[in-house]
């Protein structure tokens, strides 16, 4: 079992940044990939970055590359997303997710263990 604590989420002008963080206690942290995904209102969940429990590597789609940075301190138990060029549309709530697959996952079905979101507000 893993809980999972988001943090950090806020309202920004367009063009600016904010730091996810998501704290991990339980299990583990180090046997998980883990994973940012987000929701908008009436649509659905998308990923949004991930990264590899072991090897270091991340998935990005190409809404966000260039923009969001995912890392991991598992010294710390904790993931971030760290988000750069907000936009409106990067408006929604956002999650941190953990799973035990040896890929890492891209759809919200192959997560196990989900946090309770925090909001991101994106101002034109």
């Known amino acids: 079992q893993v809980q999972l604590v988001e943090s950090g989420g806020g309202l920004v002008q367009a063009g600016g940044s904010l730091r996810l963080s998501c704290a991990a206690s339980?299990?583990?942290?180090?046997?998980?990939?883990m994973g940012w995904f987000r929701q908008a209102p009436g649509k659905e969940r998308e990923l949004v970055a991930a990264?590899?429990?072991?090897?270091?590597?991340?998935y990005y789609p190409d809404s966000v590359k260039g923009r969001f940075t995912i890392s991991r301190d598992n010294a710390k138990n904790t993931v971030y997303l760290q988000m750069n060029s907000l936009k409106p549309e990067d408006t929604a709530v956002y999650y941190c997710?953990?799973?035990?697959?040896?890929?890492?996952?891209?759809?919200?079905?192959?997560?196990?263990?989900w946090g309770q979101g925090t909001q991101v507000t994106v101002s034109s």
């Open positions: 990264i590899h429990r072991s090897e270091g590597i991340t």
């Open positions: 339980g299990q583990t942290f180090s046997s998980y990939n």
């Open positions: 997710a953990a799973d035990r697959a040896t890929y890492i996952a891209r759809i919200p079905l192959q997560y196990d263990y």
